[in-house]
């Protein structure tokens, strides 16, 4: 479970990651629309992608016992 947990929140990580920052050159570059979605839209589910996997690494960390 650990090492799943592990994998999701680093690919859910790297993912929130390029949707961020797809969604800050759509917006630099003067677009307010990407792929059919507004770009805070896209910035806010980058946002979250983030935090659920931010989330998945704190419960690794915390169910690890302490040494």
């Given at each position: 479970?650990?090492?799943?947990?592990?994998?999701?929140?680093?690919?859910?990580?790297?993912?929130?990651?390029?949707?961020?920052?797809?969604?800050?050159?759509?917006?630099?570059?003067?677009?307010?629309?990407?792929?059919?979605?507004?770009?805070?839209?896209?910035?806010?589910?980058?946002?979250?992608?983030?935090?659920?996997?931010?989330?998945?690494l704190?419960?690794?960390?915390?169910?690890?016992?302490?040494?």
């Open positions: 479970m650990e090492s799943l947990l592990l994998w999701v929140g680093g690919l859910a990580g790297v993912a929130g990651i390029v949707l961020c920052a797809w969604a800050v050159y759509n917006r630099v570059a003067g677009s307010y629309l990407a792929g059919g979605f507004q770009v805070g839209t896209l910035l806010q589910a980058g946002m979250a992608t983030i935090l659920i996997g931010c989330l998945c704190l419960v690794v960390l915390t169910n690890r016992p302490p040494r």
